[in-house]
């Protein structure tokens, strides 16, 4: 079945404990890209990648990280997560840039 | 920088009505432009999208219009059921040279039995 996966689901967390959300996707897609989904703010974009070792920031890319070392996988990294980083984060990719977007079911995160 | 603005953020019809949503855009350079439905505690998934070489595009009850001149572009449903009820996000991809994504800030739309 064709999908796109994320773990964990939920997470809680504290303030500074870094932390990784993994998101794989089996159709060889080439872009993949991280949003972040907050009430009255709709999506927003964080970080997304063209291809292997290719990443750029997004509109909102302060204080996370990715890479993309596989085309499957593409990583979203917080290193010192902080509250206003709780919210509920997608992963997406598509077969190139301009093509649909299919997502994974989301992981809510909760930086206390 | 680049923007997305979305109109009405909430819209109630009675079922059988229309319901149109409106995005308007910043940057002309702007060629991609997806419309996502996403259900309550689900994740978005594409409707319908339309290009830049395109003025409007239509799959059954579901449309999009495009005017690159005033850089605006539109959903319209029509013969609004209850499971449309749902909320409806725009996006524009900022293209070539880039492949950001900026979408708008949503459209809860309900549909009224």
């Known amino acids: 079945e064709a999908q796109v996966t994320q773990n964990p689901r939920y997470l809680i967390t504290v303030t500074g404990k870094k932390l990784t959300v993994t998101c794989s996707q089996n159709?060889?897609?080439?872009?993949m890209s991280w949003y972040r989904q907050d009430p009255g703010l709709g999506l927003r974009q964080i970080y997304y990648s063209m291809n292997v070792e290719v990443t750029d920031k997004g509109d909102v890319p302060e204080g996370y990280k990715v890479s993309r070392k596989e085309k499957r996988n593409f990583p979203l990294i917080l290193e010192s997560p902080s509250p206003n980083q709780t919210s509920l984060y997608f992963c997406a990719s598509s077969l190139d840039g301009v093509q649909e977007q299919f997502f994974g079911p989301g992981t809510r995160l909760t930086v206390l | 920088g680049e923007n997305v603005e979305q109109h009405p953020s909430t819209l109630s019809v009675q079922e059988g009505d229309s319901a149109v949503i409106k995005c308007t855009y910043s940057d002309s350079a702007s060629n991609y432009f997806p419309w996502y439905k996403q259900e309550l505690g689900k994740r978005p998934q594409l409707i319908i999208d339309?290009?830049?070489?395109?003025g409007e595009k239509k799959d059954q009850r579901i449309a999009v219009t495009l005017n690159k001149t005033a850089k605006h572009f539109s959903l319209h449903i029509t013969e609004t059921q209850p499971e449309d009820s749902a909320v409806y996000f725009c996006?524009?991809?900022?293209?070539?040279?880039?492949?950001?994504?900026?979408f708008g800030t949503g459209t809860r739309l309900k549909v009224l039995a």
């Open positions: 996006a524009a991809s900022i293209n070539p040279g880039t492949y950001k994504y900026i």
């Open positions: 159709m060889n897609h080439e872009y």
């Open positions: 339309i290009r830049s070489n395109v």
